[in-house]
């Protein structure tokens, strides 16, 4: 079974694509081959995997089409073809992480799904859109043996991000702990149910196109709450009021709206899982001098290596006391969404 994960909040700068990365390196290194979807025109995702190949990925012959936009280009353009599984680049460091890179200028495609997704399938034209991206990830997935599947999205209401939040199985909510989230999450209460009311409707208007939308309800793993800074052992004092706003929201507002439109699992599941009644999967702290060279080195600040980090003393003890830190949670959220996916492939 692939598990198709989305990574989606409105509001920017809450690390989704970090996340994603993270996520997705620490289930490669489980012995799963994972596929990161970048569904963000700015990219950000896509240049974490290339590195110094990101140019020279979009001007080579060989390689320049290899990615979502193009992925997806005989639909939008309505070519007598089928879509086709891209050529995935693989991270240099973890054969298992695969990547279908993302396209600057992926949102041009925004106005004529947001179109085919309103018109009740009256244009022939346009029957197979909105079935197009989910089409081309299962295909990338099956063609590389993929089981999970993470996709990052830009921040946004757009047509394509509604889109790729309904094809997917799950979905994770990561926020900052500041009040522009819990705005955010609040919009959300009512955006999140529509978006799936929506696909609801309009499946059986695409049950006949080349590329049918997918029978499947997204449903929510989790929260997660980062990038805050700690003093002594837990989030600094101005942080922890919106921390606790946060999983308020969540467990007063949230949750209610999800459970009525089917997108939440029993209570006994989180419960397995080891995951709080506020369904906040972590809370990550901001990665500080870590992140500088975790970038430089192209791997998650948990995965750097003791000569990457490039200090001596007392400051390599307490950099490599963080990398153990930031190790830990990003496994045990791994489990976390293993066991909320096992369940979810067992019934």
């Not at 819990?182 to 006949?208: C, H």
């Not at 006994?268 to 709080?276: M, P, R």
């Not at 369904?279 to 975790?294: M, N, T, V, W, Y």
């Amino acid at each position: 079974m692939i598990h198709k994960i989305v990574f989606f909040n409105h509001k920017g700068g809450v690390s989704k694509t970090t996340t994603t990365y993270n996520l997705g390196w620490k289930l490669a290194t489980q012995g799963h081959k994972v596929l990161l979807v970048d569904a963000d025109p700015q990219c950000n995702l896509t240049s974490l995997i290339l590195n110094d190949d990101f140019e020279q990925y979009y001007s080579e012959d060989a390689t320049r089409f290899q990615n979502i936009m193009d992925g997806v280009k005989v639909a939008f353009e309505a070519k007598p073809q089928e879509i086709k599984a891209i050529e995935c680049p693989v991270d240099k460091r973890n054969d298992h992480l695969f990547l279908l890179p993302g396209h600057a200028n992926l949102s041009e495609y925004d106005a004529a799904l947001s179109f085919a997704q309103t018109s009740n399938n009256a244009i022939a034209t346009l029957q197979n859109l909105p079935g197009a991206f989910n089409d081309l990830i299962l295909k990338t997935a099956i063609k590389y043996e993929i089981k999970y599947v993470l996709i990052d999205l830009n921040p946004g209401l757009s047509a394509i991000n509604q889109n790729l939040f309904v094809l997917s199985d799950y979905f994770i909510i990561p926020t900052n702990p500041d009040p522009f989230s819990i705005m955010a999450l609040n919009t959300l209460v009512s955006v999140l149910p529509r978006w799936v009311d929506w696909v609801e409707r309009m499946r059986p208007s695409f049950a006949d196109a080349a590329y049918p939308l997918p029978e499947t309800t997204p449903k929510l793993i989790g929260t997660l709450i980062q990038r805050f800074n700690v003093r002594k052992g837990r989030a600094a004092k101005p942080y922890r009021e919106n921390i606790e706003e946060i999983k308020l929201v969540v467990q007063e507002k949230l949750i209610p709206a999800l459970v009525t439109k089917n997108m939440m699992f029993p209570i006994e599941v989180y419960q397995s899982a080891g995951i709080e009644a506020s369904l906040c999967l972590s809370e990550i702290p901001d990665f500080q001098g870590l992140l500088p060279k975790a970038s430089d080195a192209g791997v998650p600040v948990f995965a750097l290596r003791d000569d990457e980090i490039g200090e001596v003393g007392s400051v390599l003890t307490g950099l490599l006391e963080k990398r153990a830190i930031f190790d830990a949670l990003f496994e045990d959220i791994s489990k976390k969404v293993t066991i909320i996916c096992d369940y979810a492939e067992s019934v």
